[in-house]
């Protein structure tokens, strides 16, 4: 007579529980029930207590390429660049280049050639599909480009870039060029990064008046609660000694005269490009580098006379001949 399917199925139920599963297998030591680690470089799965090999020869589910640094990384991988707040569209939709070269290098033929003229103008028409895209796309090409004269890391233009997103999202551009909040954005993010630039500087890159930038700044802040501190003129001094061709111990010798002006309260409602600047020139006459008040000047674009008063000042603090 044979087993009833009630009891056959009990049974095969309880081989299934008393075998333990690979994965059971891999979280204990078969021999002292210690932790595993797993040797990725090896291919292993050891135990971390008495060095049991529990497994050998495992399936390497990574590249199988070698990189040693981040660059070669980049090169050789094979999947898509990230998402960036810098594209209008995240970097996500897909971009047609401009030469007219097939995977091989060899020209394309002319009727080749227009047909992906053709496809390249209604891949830009889809890219922007209302104003508020083509809006962005103007404007990020802008901080882009502002970012890229001036000289601005790569985390200056991503905060730039959210900073203007958030002023487009919350309405505030109506009455207010598209390069003057572009530019605020990014003068703005630059003074939150610690890689602060004088409005001069930006004015002189950007495509509106100083006057302008300097409302629409204080506008996008307010509106935006943006956390931004009060320019530090140390922030200027590793630009300007590397401009200038500056020893370290000069731009040591200038932290210091910077930090006894802080002390002795002269840097309240002062330029913080003009005591930077003072305080580079003052640096290098004290370790006796030669640079002229014109070579500051040019470098820190402000005037001689301003360096001129803010070095008196700085000497004066510090009880320095002047």
Not at 86 to 92: I, P
Not at 156 to 183: N, W
Request: charged share 30%; with cysteine; aromatic share 4%.
């Amino acid at each position: 007579m044979s087993e009833s399917p009630t009891r056959t199925s009990t049974r095969e139920r309880d081989e299934q529980i008393s075998e333990p599963t690979e994965q059971e297998a891999v979280e204990a030591c078969p021999e002292c029930s210690g932790n595993v680690v797993t040797d990725s470089e090896h291919g292993e799965t050891v135990c971390e207590d008495c060095g049991l090999v529990v497994e050998e020869d495992e399936i390497d589910h990574g590249p199988e390429w070698r990189a040693f640094n981040s660059a070669e990384k980049d090169r050789k991988s094979r999947v898509g660049a990230p998402t960036t707040n810098m594209m209008h569209d995240k970097g996500l939709s897909t971009n047609i280049g401009w030469q007219n070269k097939d995977a091989y290098g060899r020209s394309l033929s002319s009727e080749q050639r227009q047909k992906m003229q053709r496809l390249r103008t209604w891949n830009e028409r889809f890219r922007t599909r209302d104003s508020k895209e083509r809006n962005l796309k103007q404007a990020l090409g802008e901080i882009d480009r502002m970012a890229s004269a001036l000289g601005l890391p790569q985390n200056v233009r991503e905060t730039s870039s959210v900073i203007y997103r958030r002023a487009l999202g919350d309405d505030l551009l109506p009455g207010r060029s598209i390069e003057g909040v572009a530019t605020s954005a990014l003068y703005a993010a630059a003074r939150m990064a610690g890689n602060p630039r004088s409005l001069d500087e930006m004015a002189r890159v950007s495509r509106v008046e100083k006057m302008e930038l300097t409302r629409t700044y204080r506008y996008i802040v307010r509106e935006l609660s943006l956390e931004v501190q009060p320019a530090d003129p140390e922030h200027y001094l590793p630009r300007f000694i590397s401009d200038l061709g500056l020893s370290e111990e000069t731009q040591r010798q200038a932290r210091d005269l910077i930090e006894g002006a802080r002390q002795s309260g002269m840097l309240s409602g002062k330029s913080p490009v003009g005591i930077a600047a003072a305080a580079v020139y003052a640096a290098a006459l004290l370790t006796n580098e030669k640079v002229t008040q014109s070579q500051v000047s040019d470098v820190a674009d402000i005037s001689e006379v301003t360096i001129r008063n803010r070095y008196k000042e700085l000497l004066e603090a510090e009880d320095l001949p002047a």
